[in-house]
Nanobody, 115 residues
């Protein structure tokens, strides 16, 4: 079993920045693909960014050029650096760890962008 704990959410003004962290309970980053997803009120959960065990990254079109996913294997932690935040980025952000046989989710962290 793997626990994922997100942190770093909060409330910022448009144009601001936040960095989300996802700490895994054990060493998995080298064997799991990691991702950040988000769910806004009344909407389905959507992919934000992923990073494979090999280090390849993928981003939703809506966040390209503004968000950066990265990982620190030594700390079993994945990050999501979010810059130039917009009101439409408001959502609960979830961390995900996935491989062909396992799929784990964190509890989510709220991100609110408002003036």
């Amino acid at each position: 079993q793997v626990q994922l704990v997100e942190s770093g959410g909060g409330s910022v003004q448009p144009g601001g920045s936040l960095r989300l962290s996802c700490a895994a309970s054990r060493t998995i980053l080298n064997i799991f693909n990691m991702g950040w997803y988000r769910q806004a009120p009344g909407k389905q959960r959507e992919l934000v960014a992923t990073i494979t065990s090999g280090g390849s990254t993928n981003y939703a079109e809506s966040v390209k050029g503004r968000f950066t996913i990265s990982r620190d294997n030594a700390k079993n932690t994945v990050y999501l650096q979010m810059n130039s935040l917009k009101p439409e980025d408001t959502a609960v952000y979830y961390c995900n760890a996935k491989n062909p046989v396992r799929d784990y989710w964190g509890q989510g962290t709220q991100v609110t962008i408002s003036s």
